[in-house]
């Protein structure tokens, strides 16, 4: 409709400009409705938001569930996600971060803790059976979606949490686990980290040892999503050349903008669009603010002296730092630089889009496991406001469906095809 029918209809004339009747008044009506119809289809971002299946890829909530016995269905008291701002921001399903702090964990206990942070995201699932799916398959995020249903997924951030053991791999991969980062900020035995790539005290090898292409390998094997965030430059380019499958960056942004050594080269963009992989933009102000970047790297050496200072405290007591305790320290460093603008985070999925494509790009806010988000990102209840900014920006409905959670379905389904055909024995099978 162009303007001038459109100021017509609006003002009661037929388009052939004499006054309604009733019958035309209905009928005038009627194209109103049809007409705002398309539009909420097609335009009206909330709607566009509304109708997709949103993925997350990368939350760190499950120490909440260890740690502070907080469960998934309470308030939020502080945190970034819960079930209602889930529901209020329509995300749909979550990869759930089991992370390991290797700072507090041996690395010979580094399972037992992984177990721990495993049961404690599969009890939520237990506890609230009516509001919660346990998924391990993109078709079951689809059947939950269709229940109404919120799916909990889980990733394992950072390979010292197999201990050097494929063994181990295959148990997690048994208890539900779908994708894991090859490393966190720490190098591990068998993969190096751009955490601690300049650190020459760190033993460093050169990108993927022979172990660690097996361990590429093996997920190929089994299904399970190989993640390159966090991983060095070499690490990357190395996965790149043995994987079988696509690849997922669960919660990385962009380097040519905000000059972190985490964030991914253009370069990097290209080969994993390439690879018919995605990259989930991170949400973290350091990640996505030059500006913002650059403060909190000045923060550093008077953080660590708190966070040294919280550790003796607790290594007195013989317990490991508590996820809230450390993650206060932060919160109060970041308050000190302030928030980083929304249109930061919009910047970065505009560059990935026009970098990669706007196939290779989707959501890893890395919510709970930052000390805060961009402005006018409280929690999961304002995922809403990312949809309007890129529409604003000219993205279609249809570009936002790939990005709001149709792009990781598609990689998802992409690496479980490529499994083998009976990945592992677990319970129940082999009868
Ligand atoms: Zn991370």
């Known amino acids: 409709m162009n303007e001038m029918m459109r100021f017509m209809r609006i003002a009661g004339f037929c388009a052939c400009g004499f006054l309604l009747s009733a019958g035309c008044f209905l009928e005038a009506q009627a194209t109103r409705q049809s007409s705002k119809e398309t539009m909420s289809a097609t335009q009206d971002p909330l709607a566009v938001h509304n109708s997709s299946i949103v993925i997350d890829t990368h939350a760190d909530t499950p120490q909440r569930f260890v740690d502070e016995h907080w469960n998934f269905t309470d308030p939020l008291n502080g945190g970034m996600l819960n079930f209602e701002s889930a529901k209020k921001g329509n995300l749909d399903a979550q990869f759930f971060s089991i992370w390991v702090d290797p700072g507090q964990y041996a690395s010979n206990a580094s399972a037992r803790r992984t177990l721990e942070l495993i049961d404690g995201t599969l009890e939520q699932v237990r506890r609230a059976p009516d509001k919660l799916a346990l998924c391990v398959t993109a078709d079951q995020i689809v059947a939950a979606h269709q229940k109404g249903k919120f799916a909990v997924l889980m990733g394992i951030e950072g390979g010292h949490s197999i201990e050097n053991s494929l063994g181990l791999l295959r148990d997690y991969y048994r208890l539900g686990v779908r994708y894991m980062t090859l490393t966190w900020s720490n ?245």
Do not use: C
Request: proline share 6%.
């Open 187 to 431: 190098t591990n035995d068998w993969a190096d980290s751009s955490g601690d790539i300049d650190n020459p005290a760190i033993k460093h090898h050169d990108g993927l040892t022979p172990f660690g292409k097996q361990v590429v390998a093996e997920m190929n094997r089994l299904g399970m999503m190989v993640d390159i965030s966090h991983v060095s430059d070499k690490t990357f380019w190395d996965v790149m050349e043995v994987t079988k499958a696509p690849v997922i960056a669960s919660h990385s942004s962009a380097r040519a903008l905000t000059n972190a050594q985490r964030n991914m080269t253009d370069d990097m963009l290209r080969a994993v669009a390439k690879n018919n992989g995605v990259v989930m933009v991170n949400f973290f102000p350091a990640f996505i603010d030059e500006q913002w970047r650059l403060a909190w790297n000045a923060q550093k050496p008077e953080r660590q002296k708190a966070q040294e200072a919280l550790e003796a405290e607790y290594k007195a007591k013989g317990l490991p730092v508590p996820y809230a305790a450390s993650d206060r320290v932060d919160r109060e460093f970041a308050e000190k630089i302030g928030r980083a603008p929304f249109n930061s985070l919009i910047d970065h999925f505009d560059h990935a889009i026009k970098v990669a494509g706007i196939d290779h790009v989707g959501i890893g806010t890395d919510f709970d496991g930052i000390p805060v988000p961009p402005e006018g990102i409280n929690s999961a209840a304002d995922l809403p406001k990312v949809t309007a900014a890129l529409m604003a920006r000219g993205y279609s409905a249809d570009d936002m469906h790939k990005l709001l959670g149709g792009n990781l379905m598609r990689v998802f389904r992409a690496v479980q095809a490529a499994q083998e055909k009976t990945p592992v024995i677990a319970p129940g099978q082999g009868q």
